[in-house]
């Protein structure tokens, strides 16, 4: 049984999703999986061209050949834990292309795919937090389109680190547990309803801001009961005036970024 982790940040090392890929593969480890890290940077993977080659039926990359042993890789592996940071409110470059160019050989159907083999999406947002919702709400979409049956996703920000990196361990443990009995989807109406039915893949905007603020305000007890307000009339107001819900979503999270 391997686990094999994919991380997308170019930092390496260096970066706060390295860090947390690295948690999730130390708890994959520690429930007995073999485990193997791969730099994404590394592969050379670039921008799909829509070359008209036939990869969706070989898996074969014909412009490149590491993209072609990349996708061996993760084939073959028992489980996986893709991790990328959040650029611009979206999945950074390289994520996005490798996501482009993944392919499994045969025909695109549901029994072809990785049926129910366990996933774990990542997603470091470092500076403000916004965006982890649309970029969590891309691996899921991937994820799904190929036939993983992800957990729910681990979102890392500058507020929740030290819970993402705990969470993110645990889920690693799961993860290694469901490599070991996958569950497949019966159908793809059970895979689509599966995915609607993960906590992210609901969060729009308003949801996001509300989560920063209510995250982040541990780390800022002043305003804590204004913030604790705010969040709740906003959640009324959802439904009636969604405009003025996100003014007080919005305020929420700038009177906890002013105290950090």
């Excluded at 007995?32 to 829509?50: I, K, P, R, S, Y």
């Excluded at 990869?55 to 834990?81: H, K, R, T």
């Excluded at 509300?210 to 305003?223: D, G, I, V, Y």
């Amino acid at each position: 049984m391997r686990v094999l982790g994919l991380l997308g940040s170019p930092r390496k090392e260096k970066g706060l999703t390295y860090a947390v890929v690295s948690a999730a593969l130390e708890g994959a480890s520690a429930a007995g999986a073999a485990v193997q890290l791969e730099f994404l940077v590394d592969w050379q993977v670039d921008a799909c061209t829509d070359c008209g080659a036939p990869c969706f039926i070989d898996g074969v990359c014909v412009l490149s050949a590491p993209v072609s042993q990349l996708n061996e890789l993760v084939n073959g592996a028992s489980g996986l834990v893709i991790g990328a940071p959040v650029y611009c409110w979206q999945l950074n470059a390289i994520t996005h292309a490798f996501m482009d160019k993944y392919r499994i050989p045969g025909p695109a159907t549901l029994a072809r795919r990785p049926n129910g083999r366990p996933a774990l999406p990542i997603v470091v947002a470092g500076g403000t937090g916004t965006g982890v919702s649309g970029a969590v709400r891309s691996l899921l979409d991937f994820l799904c389109l190929w036939g993983y049956r992800s957990l729910e996703p681990v979102a890392a920000t500058r507020y929740n680190l030290d819970r993402a990196l705990a969470e993110a361990r645990q889920k690693g443990e799961r993860l290694a547990k469901a490599a070991s009995q996958p569950e497949p989807f019966e159908s793809l109406a059970d895979l689509l309803a599966y995915y609607d039915g993960l906590a992210f893949s609901c969060r729009d905007r308003l949801a996001e801001l509300l989560w920063l603020a209510e995250t982040a305000s541990h780390l800022s007890p002043t305003n804590s009961a204004e913030v604790e307000r705010l969040c709740a009339e906003a959640e009324r107001l959802r439904s009636e005036d969604r405009r003025l819900a996100l003014e007080h979503a919005v305020h929420a999270f700038e009177l906890v970024r002013g105290q950090l």
